[in-house]
């Protein structure tokens, strides 16, 4: 995730089918596509509420410029221990989340939610 001087936040997304989220996607297959529908509506929560976070954090331009179109790396995603971050207190453990990532993170896991949700393409 970096913001642009005018504010705007920009996120490089991860693809879904990455090795690094195949653990993401171990987790939530596990779940019924009830939880995916009440988890999706934390994470939106989630990320509304970290807009309102960034609106309040002056934009250092010369650290976004680093930050300009990358992703969430992926050694970072793949190490992430998923149950514990989406678990019943998961807006409180993707705040531990270091602030550059969070909505990356965020919007990775409702990006599989959707890619779950749509089942396997034909290709």
Known sequence: MWRSADGMVNIAKLPCAVDELS???????TLSPEV????????????EALYYELDEIPINEAAEAQFVGEALPPEFASNLDWGR??????????????????????????SMITDLENGPTAE
């Open 23 to 29: 653990g993401l996607r171990a987790f939530l297959s």
């Open 36 to 47: 995916w529908k009440s988890l999706d509506e934390k994470l939106d929560e989630f990320t």
């Open 85 to 110: 971050l989406l678990g019943e207190d998961c807006s409180a453990e993707l705040a531990r989340i270091d602030l550059r990532w969070r909505m990356d993170v965020s919007e990775a896991v409702m």
